[in-house]
């Protein structure tokens, strides 16, 4: 690969003058769409990315990015590519203070940000001890030392000419887990990470240039000019992709024609619900994504109906630390894999995609610096997966701890990298999916693994989802079902209650649960609103019990 493709802002300024005025974003402004074309938003993120360097901001400066969706979020991260200023992401809604803790972290020098999250740092003081340079989007007045349109100002006479040639290994950004299964950990991505993504992405779902993308997640709509597809900026809260308003979702699908669909499974299943009995067609996608956590059958078969015929949904698997890793699509899910996942066999991820390796490793909470082939488990076995290959990110930014418990090395210094989830292989090379290794229940005599023992429940009529935790007492751990009905389920709990452990009898993994507990609605992360923290169902579930 050419060191200059390395950098993905270089995608924006070749598209710019190529193809100048195809429109690069729609975004809404106050309910109504405006536009940015190609060679205005390489422009913009030019003349921002000067300003910010004539501004005292300089290459490998780590700088906190807190902008909603919008053209200057988008003019900003080109921006910071542009000038190698590394941008650290952490997702708004995950709480002040794991906010704080983030920051604390990653030690920025630099703060881009609306109004609020400048107040918010000045408050809270929010990397006091670190941040010294700062830009608003909004008033000075709530602390700033530019505004964005000074920077702009500054940058506007002479505007970068070329975007930094990176080092394939230099930082080109630090993007922060969601947290939903621990401490929130910033994943340093290097340039080569991201430019093998883009070349990834592109051969495994057949993305072609002109392509028109809407992304429900802030941070894969930064693909879409990388890939030569145009972004539409959704009108939805993006912490909040559960309780999106399906009108305008589908909408702007129509109105420009979107191709591309990424969305959560929390979205995938409120659009679903949204069509049922509204005859609502999807003529234009050639594709669907939804990742982040499993996509049930059911919410699946509902969606397919608005697509054209023979056109997918597909659930990749993947993480922050490694994406994408195996992908797996609705025809599959829908006439195979769904009725295994019923009889508690998990859910099906696919086959690795080209270029990863995946090896099933014996389930260990420890540290395992070396991996060899002889470690593999055979097929059908249970355990830990891990991957390796080029979109694999090395490390965790100033936590070697962490670092060392997720990676391992093989004897070449081949990078592996722990997913932290359980699984195995079936003999047709696919790859099924049982759960977070630190969300298994261990039980004196035996493991259970949540999404496998989920399965079976899920299919009762009346349940939206279920969870399984481990509840001690006495020094034993009794396994729980913890039960979210769905909204306009008409059945009563009794009766649900009664088929729940009917069907805790049928199979052998689900004959020692004999505790249902109803919830009115599960905790889940921020980022998709679809993975369950189970840990804090786990101390709902105790204190329960213990009432």
């Not at 949204?274 to 996608?285: D, V």
């Not at 797996?328 to 996942?341: A, D, G, V």
């Not at 099933?360 to 488990?377: F, G, K, V």
């Not at 999404?451 to 006495?474: D, H, K, M, P, W």
Request: with cysteine; net charge positive.
């Amino acid at each position: 690969m050419n060191l200059t493709d390395l950098n993905v802002s270089i995608h924006l300024t070749r598209l710019a003058q190529k193809e100048p005025h195809r429109p690069a974003i729609h975004y809404p402004v106050a309910g109504e769409y405006q536009t940015i074309h190609f060679a205005e938003l390489d422009l913009l993120s030019s003349q921002i990315a000067a300003g910010l360097l004539k501004a005292g901001f300089h290459r490998g400066l780590r700088t906190v990015l807190m902008v909603p969706p919008s053209r200057e979020f988008f003019a900003l991260t080109f921006a910071l590519f542009k000038a190698g200023i590394v941008p650290v992401m952490i997702d708004p809604g995950m709480g002040i203070r794991n906010l704080g803790k983030c920051l604390l972290q990653a030690r920025p020098t630099g703060f881009i940000g609306i109004s609020k999250a400048h107040l918010a740092r000045k408050i809270l003081g929010w990397g006091k001890p670190f941040i010294e340079k700062t830009v608003t989007l909004g008033s000075r007045l709530w602390g700033g030392q530019f505004t964005l349109k000074q920077i702009i100002e500054l940058g506007s006479g002479q505007p970068l000419a070329e975007p930094i040639v990176p080092d394939a290994d230099e930082t080109a950004a630090i993007l922060f887990t969601s947290g939903s299964t621990g401490i929130a950990k910033g994943v340093v991505y290097p340039h080569r990470i991201f430019a093998a993504q883009v070349e990834l992405l592109k051969q495994v779902y057949g993305i072609e240039p002109g392509e028109i993308d809407l992304s429900t997640f802030p941070l894969f709509a930064l693909f879409a000019p990388a890939l030569g597809m145009t972004a539409v900026v959704p009108d939805m809260d993006p912490t909040r992709p559960a309780e999106v308003n399906p009108e305008k979702i589908l909408r702007a699908i129509e109105r420009y024609s979107v191709t591309n669909l990424f969305g959560s499974p929390a979205l995938i299943n409120r659009l679903a619900r949204y069509a049922q009995g509204r005859s609502i067609t999807l003529p234009t996608l050639r594709r669907v994504l939804s990742a982040g956590a499993p996509v049930p059958a059911k919410v699946i078969e509902k969606f397919v109906r608005m697509l054209p015929e023979g056109v997918p949904l597909y659930t990749p698997y993947g993480a922050t630390e490694a994406l994408p890793v195996a992908n797996m699509s609705s025809p599959e899910i829908l006439t195979e894999t769904r009725y295994q996942t019923e009889q508690g066999k998990g859910v099906c991820i696919g086959r690795p995609v080209p270029h990863i390796r995946v090896a099933i490793i014996p389930i260990s909470d420890q540290p395992i610096p070396h991996y060899s082939a002889e470690m593999n488990l055979p097929v059908g076995e249970i355990g830990e997966l891990a991957v390796s290959g080029p979109i694999v990110t090395s490390e965790y930014f100033d936590k070697p701890e962490a670092t060392a418990l997720a990676k391992m090395h093989e004897a070449d210094g081949t990078l592996w990298h722990r997913m932290g989830d359980c699984g195995y292989f079936d003999e047709q090379g696919r790859l099924w999916f049982c759960g977070r290794k630190s969300q298994r229940v261990i039980l004196e005599d035996e493991t259970l693994f949540t999404i496998c023992c989920e399965g079976i429940f899920n299919t009762i009529t009346g349940i939206y989802r279920t969870a399984l935790v481990g509840v001690s007492s006495q020094g034993k751990t009794e396994p729980v079902i913890c039960v979210e009905l769905e909204s306009d389920c008409p059945r009563s709990w009794s009766e649900i209650e009664k088929q729940l452990k009917e069907q805790a009898q049928k199979h052998p993994q689900t004959r020692r649960i004999q505790k249902f507990l109803r919830h009115p609605q599960f905790p889940v992360d921020i980022r998709h609103n679809a993975k369950i923290f189970r840990e804090k169902l786990a101390a709902w579930a105790s204190r329960k019990l213990a009432s």
